[in-house]
Antibody, heavy 119, light 107 residues
Framework: EVQLVESGGGLVQPGGSLRLSCAAS????????MNWVRQAPGKGLEWVSY????????YYADSVKGRFTISRDNAKNSLYLQMNSLRDEDTAVYYC????????????WGQGTLVTVSS | DIQMTQSPSTLSASVGDRVTITCRAS??????LAWYQQKPGKAPKVLIY???SLESGVPSRFSGSGSGTEFTLTISSLQPDDFATYYC?????????FGQGTNVESK
């Protein structure tokens, strides 16, 4: 059974940093590209970042470019999102999501982890 | 970036109704479009991909159509479990974008 489990969320002050993790199981993690998607409270879905299976291709939404860094460790079956210079508007539930095929729809999602940026 | 516009934002319907949601892309995305269903406090779930392909395990009352810039999601006979928010998503580029969502509520 495919499972994606996010962790690392919490309360952080504006300007602070946080590192999210997504632990994958039930599939060959190194064969799939992965994404982070977020959802602010009561709002819609916003794609945040993409990383290819080998980490050779990485993309970011304009709203996080230069502040967030996506990475992965295929030996540990894990996906990460390093978030720096956090702003109030980064408050959201962050989901990791698997690409069915590279640059395709998301066939599996984690349960999400809440990040709250507030003083 | 490609912008996705869904309509309506809210749809009031009754069990048994035929429901149609529209999604428009700001430029052609061929058939690279997916539809997701999300219930409160839960992760989204894919219903349709490549504009009209039904995800395994999804009831056949859900269908998708369209190509280029105009797409629709249709629920042929709304069931109690279908009251939820629906999102379209383009994957024509690495930078995926979602529509703003359509909340299907009980009339």
């Amino acid at each position: 059974e495919v499972q994606l489990v996010e962790s690392g969320g919490g309360l952080v002050q504006p300007g602070g940093s946080l590192r999210l993790s997504c632990a994958a199981s039930g599939f060959t993690f190194s064969s799939y590209s992965m994404n982070w998607v977020r959802q602010a409270p009561g709002k819609g879905l916003e794609w945040v970042s993409y990383i290819s299976s080998s980490s050779s291709i990485i993309y970011y939404a304009d709203s996080v470019k230069g502040r967030f860094t996506i990475s992965r460790d295929n030996a540990k079956n894990s996906l990460y999102l390093q978030m720096n210079s956090l702003r109030d508007e980064d408050t959201a539930v962050y989901y990791c999501a698997r690409d069915w095929q590279p640059v395709h729809h998301f066939d599996y999602w984690g349960q999400g982890t809440l990040v709250t940026v507030s003083s | 970036d490609i912008q996705m516009t869904q309509s309506p934002s809210t749809l009031s319907a009754s069990v048994g109704d035929r429901v149609t949601i529209t999604c428009r892309a700001s430029q052609s995305i061929s058939s690279w479009l997916a539809w997701y269903q999300q219930k409160p406090g839960k992760a989204p779930k894919v219903l349709i991909y490549k504009a009209s392909s039904l995800e395994s395990g999804v009831p056949s009352r859900f269908s998708g159509s369209g190509s280029g810039t105009e797409f629709t999601l249709t629920i042929s006979s709304l069931q109690p479990d279908d009251f939820a928010t629906y999102y379209c998503q383009q994957y024509n580029t690495y930078s995926r974008t979602f529509g703003q969502g359509t909340n299907v509520e009980s009339k």
